[in-house]
């Protein structure tokens, strides 16, 4: 389940996701694919939905296990697949001896396509998009 917000407030954080790190020899990104929190604040995705921490913890694991495939701008699909991950929640942050005010979902993809590898050095995509299909619950 993807649980939402109807109308959250103006005060609730929305962020945009970016690729913190390139390795154009082996055509690499890294970055957030999907950021659930920020300094225990919850953050509202471009949708205007609220994803909780558990739910997008069981989609990865489910992802992670059967696909890892990737696409462009959610249309062509298999130009690379999902090579690193790791699901950043506060209680793997501690036991591993790590901080981050973000929870959520780091990612590594390996990209094959030379076409799509041009957009993301040349900075026209600038980060991770992801998708799902899930059902909303009310929050309140």
């Known amino acids: ?5 109807a109308n959250p407030s103006d005060t609730t954080p929305l962020l945009r996701g970016s690729f913190t790190k390139l390795e154009p020899a082996r055509q690499i ?5 999907s950021v659930v929190s920020v300094g225990g604040a ?16 069981t989609s990865v694991y489910e992802y992670m ?9 959610h249309k062509e699909f298999g130009i690379g697949k999902v090579v690193e991950s790791f699901m950043a929640t506060p209680e793997k942050l501690v036991a591993l001896g790590m901080t981050s005010q973000n929870t959520g979902w780091l990612v590594g ?12 050095a040349s900075g ?8 799902g299909i899930g059902e ?3 929050a309140n």
């Open 42 to 57: 919850d953050i509202v995705d471009k949708q205007d939905d609220i994803l909780d921490l558990e739910s997008l913890e």
């Open 65 to 73: 296990s059967e696909s890892r495939q990737t696409g462009d701008m």
């Open 29 to 33: 990104a890294f970055g957030w694919a």
């Open 136 to 138: 909303y619950e009310d």
């Open 1 to 5: 389940n993807f649980p939402s917000v």
């Open 109 to 120: 993809v390996k990209i094959d396509s030379a076409e799509v590898w041009a957009k993301v």
């Open 124 to 131: 026209e995509y600038a980060g991770f998009s992801i998708g």
